[in-house]
């Protein structure tokens, strides 16, 4: 792909100049955009998955609460003994609060994550046989469990499209100039207006992928991205190549700079080996 060039200016003249060639974009010219970068953003992360492990609904229920300030990884060494100590919503509601929270420890704000399991027990128990409803308005309705929740779980383990606004998420679709918003609701509503139905599960995870490992908060690694040509915010990080190359995170760190046009022998051994932020 073709990228905006880059001249001997600051950062903020190339910022300024994607940002003026997006400045007079119509909505519906947006909606291609948007279509065009979804398309890229399969293309540069075809890893992209939901990082919790389960195999049941209510499992990533628990996963995706226990997420909550926790990254996955600390997440998925938590669940294990989860899993295997509380099978059915009916565990959960019956579960020793003081056992439970030694469990949960971990993954921080334990009491109040043994608090929402517990009463989400009880209320699958109470109101839906123990089974976990896969429908928005019910999940909702159910203790722990918000929107953003709800869509993780409609997603990846009903098969129901749904859009994850994470903060990676919320992001990333702003600096698209996708939507100029912070609500979540408001920005899933806007994105959904944009794409595809059939994409928003897929999507979701492309992003907070590109947002982990790519477009960071701080400094995103411009001058190393598939999305350059596309985004008016190019140029808020390095876009000379070097340095760009520095700032790729996690274990296709390398690949990333060859879909990028650039040399991955620029990308540092320590990159593919860090974390990916959470």
């Known amino acids: 792909m073709s990228r905006p060039p880059v001249a001997a200016s600051t950062g903020a003249a190339v910022l300024d100049r994607s940002a003026r060639r997006f400045a007079g ?8 955009r948007a279509r065009k970068t ?10 992209a998955h939901c990082e919790l492990d389960f195999e049941t609904p209510l499992q990533l229920a628990v996963a995706t609460i226990l997420s909550a300030q926790c990254t996955d990884k600390k997440v998925n ?5 989860v899993f295997k100590r509380y099978l059915t919503a009916a565990d959960y509601a019956a579960a020793d609060r003081a056992q439970l929270e030694e469990i949960l420890r971990p993954t921080g704000f334990f009491r109040a994550k043994t608090d929402s399991l517990i009463k989400l027990g009880q209320a699958l128990v109470e109101r839906h046989g123990g089974e976990l409803p896969g429908k928005l308005d019910l999940l909702v309705a159910l203790p722990g469990i918000g ?21 990676h998420f919320r992001r990333l679709v702003n600096r698209f100039g996708w939507v100029q918003e912070e609500d979540p609701v408001k920005i899933e509503f806007q994105v959904a207006e944009l794409i595809e139905k059939r994409d928003w599960t897929m999507l979701s995870h492309r992003i907070i992928f590109h947002g982990r490992r790519v477009c960071h908060a701080r400094k995103p690694a411009c001058g190393a991205c598939t999305l350059a040509a596309v985004c008016p915010s190019y140029g808020t990080g390095p876009t000379e190549a070097a340095p760009a190359a520095r700032l790729l995170k996690g274990p296709r760190a390398r690949e990333l700079a060859v879909q990028a046009g650039i040399d991955p ?9 860090t974390p990916e932020a959470p």
């Open 25 to 32: 974009e119509t909505p519906v010219g947006r909606k291609r």
């Open 147 to 167: 929107r953003k929740t709800a869509n993780v779980i409609l997603g990846n383990a009903f098969d129901v499209p749904g859009i994850t606004v994470d903060t």
């Open 77 to 81: 060494e938590v669940t294990p003994v």
């Open 38 to 47: 979804a398309r890229l953003l399969a293309e540069t992360h075809p890893d």
């Open 265 to 273: 022998g620029l990308v540092p051994a320590a990159a593919v080996a």
